[in-house]
């Protein structure tokens, strides 16, 4: 018989309608996208007809950038790696003080001359053609010769590999695509006084200047933030309606994890869990190196780094390692929790969560290895080696194949899961589970809509619906599906709170976040209703960030206060002060580090400064990362023989990972960011993303000054977590079958009235593994 749906129908349809109207939204944005970015021109031509450069060449210089690894080292419309330039910004003041000295005008300032000559849009809708001037045309030539000259610069000097891009018709073409980026954004949009990326970047010889709608929709967010935070607070203060009162009242003993019984396939996460610590040592060390070349650009500590592994490379790995070892602790997690929630495992789990585990070894090498192959110029295309899109780096067969492995995952759920859901409404806890973990692989998809050769602005588009939303409202709904569960598990709270609290979230972060992904292309060639939607809802984001943080505190702190006095102590401690980790960094990371450079009049001057990384650092490790080990210790805390287990690593871990992020946050990238960001407002953003002035003093002394942290967070933090998850491997197997009618992690003590309550939905009923 299927179990009636345990909360209000209110909670489902109020969900609903929100994603409904949300995505609704972003199919109208999706279809303004591709029709008012800014043309390709078919060709280019000077005053006398000749062709300066074509669509082709603009579309083979685009993909040179992304497979070499430059969006990885510097960005293009402000996307990209924040060590070197930016190339749109840099060829637009070099090839504007160009014009200007041919017109005799300013070469800071400018005059009307090159203010028209390089504003004026020139192109040709009915023909495709755009003509550049005299001035225009002669500076494509001068840039070209000045790429030449930086991209064969050895290595030491610019923390790239001698010899990058080297032949002519390559660097025509890389000039080409940086040229066309430029023109968009000084050429003022049809019908507007601004130009196709609103005026970005800030750039006097061209009047590129903050536009009405920036300033105007900025102030909008902080009334939008400010109102919605006080009526959420007051709707939760006057009815607080999720119901965790009187759970507390409730008292279990929780039983040794030595005596819960484990599956085959739960004891094969203990592989993947190894995994993922080594990963995760793997991810720190590359971020090390990357961040060292800020510090020390020529050498890593007197050896030619970049001779082999660049700049472009360490970074690359760097952000493909973080997807990576979260990924397979996720996975992990699933595999580990589902036998769980359906009190039953099918037979030959165990083969497949190794032939997944395999899988995603191949995937893992052969991404990295082709990267590096890639960028090196060793083999060429997108599909074996580097697609080269920021977070969307693995060539495209690996792609292909972890979509491919990350469905084949949620197949492995749904068949362990099955016999359960047929009993419960589609509502309920156990879909929601399934449904969060069929969006992981569901939304990782879109990124194929992202080619290396599609149109800039489109292909950033749908690379933000990975970033952005695959990131910040799916995993956050699969993170809050899981953790709810665990709770559940644990007797901690009624499964009724739990799931009013998934859905809470599903409403509060697709009210914000599903619109708020604009606020990632307010510069990237989208009209300017991207911005406006974008800043407005992304305002929101921080609204549930408020709120439930400050919940968890008390949604956390119920494991120890229902645990009865002399019985077995609560054994996942430091899981738990691992979520309240996760709490913390995402009010601070996602929150307030977010919401600081989201603001459009402040994104247009600090786009691509180390405050977009300060934000980045703060939410991925302080959310995922904390959420990733806390899965990794729950799961760990039951695979370790008891006189193996050690709390005293455990705490070791928690401290030295929170306070090293904290010191990488506080004590570098805030500092360096606020100074760029400064030197943006007050000198010029060109000048704020010169390699010269990012690798030099004082930004050099805050990178320095990195260091203990860094090696706080790998030595104190990561290797204590390798250990604890090498022990989890070399557990003595255990049975497979629950002793009689009892729960797996807890049992109550509160006599039948208690249990009355279980069975009606407080929470399910006790069953056998």
Request: net charge neutral; hydrophobic share 50%.
């Amino acid at each position: 018989m299927r179990r009636g749906l345990l909360v209000s129908r209110g909670w489902p349809q109020a969900a609903l309608l929100v994603m409904v109207v949300g995505f609704g939204i972003l199919g109208v944005l999706a279809y303004r996208t591709y029709t008012a970015s800014p043309p390709i021109p078919g060709k280019t031509v000077d005053p006398r007809g000749r062709v300066v450069f074509d669509r082709d060449d603009i579309l083979a210089g685009q993909e040179l950038f992304l497979t070499r690894g430059l969006m990885d080292y510097g960005s293009v419309l402000g996307h990209g790696g924040y060590l070197g330039p930016d190339f749109t910004a840099e060829y637009l003041r070099r090839s504007a003080r160009f014009v200007a000295a041919r017109n005799g005008e300013s070469e800071r300032e400018g005059g009307p001359r090159t203010w028209a000559e390089l504003r004026e849009n020139r192109y040709d809708a009915a023909t495709g053609v755009l003509t550049f001037t005299e001035g225009q045309a002669a500076a494509f030539d001068h840039e070209r010769e000045s790429l030449r000259a930086f991209f064969a610069q050895p290595s030491a000097r610019t923390g790239l590999s001698p010899g990058l891009v080297s032949s002519p018709e390559d660097l025509r073409q890389l000039t080409a695509f940086f040229a066309w980026t430029a023109w968009a954004a000084s050429t003022q949009r049809p019908g507007a006084d601004y130009s196709y990326t609103n005026n970005w970047p800030p750039e006097p010889l061209v009047l590129n200047r903050p536009t009405g709608s920036m300033v105007v929709w900025s102030v909008l967010s902080l009334v939008a933030l400010l109102g919605g935070t006080g009526l959420l607070f007051a709707a939760f203060g006057r009815w607080r309606f999720l119901g965790w009162q009187g759970r507390e009242t409730r008292t279990l003993t929780f039983r040794r994890p030595q005596d819960v019984p484990l599956t085959p396939g739960q004891r094969a996460t203990g592989w993947y869990f190894l995994v993922m610590a080594l990963l995760f040592l793997a991810q720190t060390l590359v971020g090390g190196a990357s961040q060292h070349y800020r510090a020390e650009l020529e050498g890593f500590f007197g050896i030619d780094l970049a001779a082999l592994l660049p700049f472009n490379v360490v970074r690359t790995w760097h952000l493909q390692l973080a997807i990576f070892w979260v990924a397979t602790s996720y996975l992990a997690a699933g595999i580990f929790v589902a036998p769980m929630i359906a009190g039953r495992e099918p037979r030959g789990q165990r083969a497949l969560a190794f032939a997944l585990l395999g899988a995603l070894a191949v995937v893992v090498v052969g991404s990295l290895v082709g990267e590096l192959a890639g960028i090196h110029g060793w083999i060429r295309g997108y599909w074996l080696g580097n697609q080269g899109f920021e977070y969307l780096e693995l060539g495209r067969l690996w792609q292909v194949l972890l979509i491919i492995g990350l469905f084949a995952w949620a197949a492995m759920l749904y068949r362990t899961l099955r016999p359960r859901l047929v009993r419960e409404h589609l509502g309920n806890m156990p879909w929601l589970f399934f449904f969060a973990a069929l969006a992981i692989p569901a939304f990782y998809a879109v990124g194929l809509l992202a080619h290396p050769r599609a149109h800039f602005t489109v292909t950033d588009y749908w690379r933000f619906w990975v970033v952005h939303l695959w990131v910040e409202d799916f995993l956050e709904l699969f993170t809050t599906a899981i953790v709810a569960y665990l709770f559940v598990l644990l007797g901690v709270v009624a499964e009724q709170a739990a799931l009013r609290l998934v859905y809470l979230e599903i409403i509060l972060y697709s009210v914000g976040g599903v619109v708020g992904t604009m606020h990632h292309v307010y510069f990237s060639g989208e009209p300017a209703e991207h911005m406006a939607l974008g800043a407005f809802f992304s305002a929101a984001e921080v609204i549930p960030l408020t709120f439930l943080t400050v919940e968890a505190w008390s949604f956390l702190s119920l494991a120890k206060a229902q645990q009865r006095e002399g019985a077995a102590p609560f054994p996942h401690r430091w899981a738990v002060m691992f979520l309240a980790a996760v709490g913390f960094w995402n009010f601070v990371g996602a929150g307030i580090f977010g919401f600081l450079i989201n603001l459009p009049i402040v994104s247009y001057y600090q786009v691509g400064t180390a405050l977009t990384a300060n934000h980045g650092h703060a939410a991925m490790m302080g959310v995922y990362g904390m959420l990733a080990v806390a899965l990794a210790l729950f799961a760990i805390r039951y695979l370790v023989a008891p006189e193996r287990w050690s709390d005293r690593l455990a705490k070791v871990s928690f401290w030295s990972l929170n306070l090293g992020l904290g010191w990488m946050v506080f004590a570098t990238l805030f500092p360096v960011g606020v100074l760029q960001l400064y030197r943006s407002v007050t000198v010029g953003y060109f000048e704020a993303r010169q390699l010269e002035y990012v690798t030099a003093r004082p930004l050099t002394l805050f990178e320095w000054w990195r260091l203990p942290g860094d090696a706080l967070f790998i030595v104190g933090g990561v290797l204590p977590l390798v250990v604890l998850c090498w022990r989890g491997i070399r557990a003595a197997p255990r049975p497979a079958t629950a002793p009689g009618g009892e729960s797996p992690l807890f049992s109550d003590v509160d006599g039948p009235g208690a249990a009355a309550e279980g069975a009606s939905g407080g929470h399910a009923a006790p069953r056998r593994l």
